[in-house]
């Protein structure tokens, strides 16, 4: 009786320990309203060693053993065909993801934002020129809210079909459930991260830091005249309707900088793996090396142009211009002449490539302006040739 009782004891503690390991996610599309996602393959993996999978059923949940994926060394990586990979940081239990399909145009940008439990209720909001989309305003010029979600975890979802270039854009996120509290401490703890898709590829990746910090907008980045992504990453302290959040965006007031403890060093590891797997030819692990030194070190100029040389060896042409962008704002020292003009020249190509000689002429002509080469010279003759 004895031996019953101890076989009996061990397997409720076997069960329990598997039920304490259970970790589960949700996923679903960040353009079609509620739409789960049915077989993305959910990975949990750990400093890159341990990992643990599985897919997700017709109401897009997956439940994996997986205690380590509260681990911040954790990230949850999620696949599924005719969408862009996502990959974040961890914890994640009990959390909702919403994948990217992928996109086409060489200008656009999909900016999806999720949260957890409470608040109920954020907001996503892009400001341009004279337009402001958010939910009471959805369809923009060439800019879309696709998806609004009032009752927790998100997604929401703004797409920008096309960049209208020379224009501005920033985007913020409200606090809408605490619209009248601008001390809240919520938005902070939300769990929000704003994820940004360009082409096939997720670009970057925000993290609202959980410290307590008082404030209910966070405004997070702007593309400049020229297609640069640039970081603000702020949290402000308002009490205004929705409609007039976008005067606060261009200039934030009250405005907290977050400290997101960037490491340098470990960029520049990340960005030296990366470099490996490029020599090597083995162009996908190089992106996901550099995108990773990216993460750590948002100005770290060079991963942006070893991640551009990556990203055009996999044809990925949206990608690398926005890469090459990136490198030309941060360009500095001895080499900054030449950094730019590779940029622009490889801008160009790109755009000469798809017919776009307008474009590739304009930037051709940048390259020039930064150093002289008879490459450059021969390129703008040619696109003045086509026009």
Same mark, same amino acid.
């Given at each position: ?302 991963? $942006?142009? /070893?991640? +551009?040389?990556? #990203?055009?060896?996999? %044809?990925?042409? &949206?990608? @690398? ?5 990136? *490198? ?15 940029? $622009?020249? /490889?801008? +160009?190509?790109? #755009?000469?490539?798809? %017919?776009?000689? &307008?474009? @590739? ?5 940048? *390259? ?20």
């Amino acid at each position: 009786m004895k031996k019953i009782a101890l076989t009996v004891a061990l397997l409720i503690a076997l069960i329990s320990s598997i039920s304490a390991q259970q970790r589960s996610v949700q996923v679903l599309s960040a353009t079609i309203k509620d739409k789960r996602i049915e077989g993305a393959e959910v990975i949990f993996q750990k400093n890159g060693e341990q990992s643990v999978s599985g897919r997700t059923d017709a109401s897009g949940n997956v439940t994996v053993n997986a205690g380590f994926a509260d681990d911040p060394g954790t990230s949850v990586i999620i696949k599924k065909e005719g969408y862009s990979t996502l990959v974040a940081k961890c914890p994640c239990d009990k959390l909702t993801y919403a994948i990217s399909p992928v996109m086409e145009n060489l200008d656009g940008m999909r900016i999806v934002l999720s949260w957890g439990a409470t608040p109920s209720d954020l907001d996503a909001h892009l400001a341009y020129g004279s337009k402001h989309i958010f939910y009471n305003h959805k369809l923009g010029s060439n800019a879309d809210l696709d998806v609004d979600d009032t009752d927790s975890y998100g997604p929401e979802t703004i797409t920008i079909g096309q960049r209208n270039n020379g224009e501005e854009y920033v985007y913020a996120i409200h606090d809408f459930s605490d619209r009248d509290n601008p001390n809240t401490t919520r938005l902070s703890y939300s769990q929000a991260k704003v994820f940004v898709y360009i082409g096939q590829s997720l670009v970057r990746t925000y993290y609202l830091p959980a410290n307590g910090q008082a404030g209910n907008l966070w405004t997070v980045f702007k593309i400049n005249g020229n297609g640069e992504m640039q970081d603000i990453n702020t949290i402000s302290r308002v009490n205004c309707t929705s409609e007039d959040v976008n005067r606060i965006m261009f200039n934030p007031h009250d405005a907290v900088t977050i400290s997101n403890n960037y490491n340098t060093s470990t960029a520049e590891s990340l960005n030296a793996n990366g470099e490996a797997a490029y020599h090597s030819r083995n162009y996908e692990s190089a992106v996901s090396y550099y995108t990773a030194a990216i993460q750590e070190d948002p100005a770290y100029g060079q991963a $942006y142009g /070893n991640l +551009g040389l990556a #990203y055009k060896k996999m %044809g990925r042409n &949206a990608e @690398a211009i926005w890469a090459n962008r990136k *490198a030309i704002a941060l360009a500095s020292g001895p080499t900054a002449n030449t950094v730019k003009a590779g940029s $622009y020249y /490889n801008i +160009g190509r790109i #755009y000469e490539e798809r %017919g776009k000689y &307008a474009d @590739a002429l304009r930037q051709y002509q940048l *390259a020039k302006a930064a150093k002289e080469n008879p490459v450059y010279d021969t390129a703008i003759s040619r696109m003045r040739g086509k026009r």
